[in-house]
């Protein structure tokens, strides 16, 4: 089966631009999650869908971030506008119940000048 | 609340030598046990997982035991490859709360 797929791979904006990424979770899993890796650390969870509601997005900076699930299959994670500090790589995932194994994209590795 | 705690790396090791990542963990109830492996360049893999108390997870060579009584899943392998380096990440979830990784701990196996 085909796995979890991000768009673009990579990015560089400068601060205060905005940027998207994209996500396709494997077909039929109704959990998605967004994460934030910053270089050296692990994994943060950002925001989580059950089909296209939200979970839980209580570490998501609200202020400059958003992300939408609007038919319960794709997914868009947006900052707006960019600082220093979002340099990462912006992991999607994707399970087929909340709390099951969760099966990752390759990521989008994002460059904030 | 809920935290995982890996022991610091980088770990470097000749090939065929043994491999022992540790991992603890702190959490109410009977979470779940992740390994992920994250090679460069990629994104997280599941490596092995364990859902209930002295489970053993096992995948490509490597194992780790859920060990309640001592909160720990360290992972382990008898004889690492070139082909294991990489970061590995200990991870927990419980049922209505959030994964939760670890720092994630670099392995370089040098031939």
């Known amino acids: 089966e085909a796995g979890v797929a991000q768009s673009p791979r990579y990015k560089i904006i400068e601060k205060r631009q905005s940027v998207a990424f994209w996500c396709n979770p494997i077909?039929?899993?109704?959990?998605l999650y967004w994460y934030q890796q910053i270089l050296g650390q692990g994994p943060k969870l950002l925001i989580q869908?059950?089909?296209?509601?939200?979970?839980?997005d209580s570490q998501l900076p609200k202020d400059r971030f958003s992300a939408e699930r609007l038919k319960g299959v794709d997914s868009t994670l947006k900052i707006q506008p960019a600082k220093l500090e979002d340099s990462a790589v912006y992991l999607c995932a994707s399970s087929l119940v909340t709390q099951e194994t969760q099966y990752f994209g390759p990521g989008t590795r994002l460059l904030v000048l | 609340g809920d935290s995982v705690t890996q022991m610091e790396g980088p770990v470097t090791l000749s090939e065929e030598a043994f491999l022992t990542i540790n991992c603890t963990y702190t959490?109410?109830?009977?979470?779940?046990l992740f390994w992920y492996v994250q090679y460069p360049g990629e994104g997280l893999q599941l490596l092995l997982k364990a859902t209930k108390a002295d489970d053993k997870g096992s995948n490509k060579g490597f194992e780790a035991t859920y060990r309640k009584e001592t909160t720990s899943f360290h992972l382990e392998k008898g004889s690492v490859q070139v082909s294991d380096s990489a970061v590995y990440f200990c991870a927990l979830s419980r049922i209505g709360n959030q994964f939760y990784f670890g720092t994630g701990t670099s392995l370089t196996v040098i031939p």
């Open positions: 869908f059950q089909n296209n509601g939200v979970v839980d």
């Open positions: 077909s039929g899993h109704a959990t």
């Open positions: 959490a109410t109830g009977y979470p779940s």
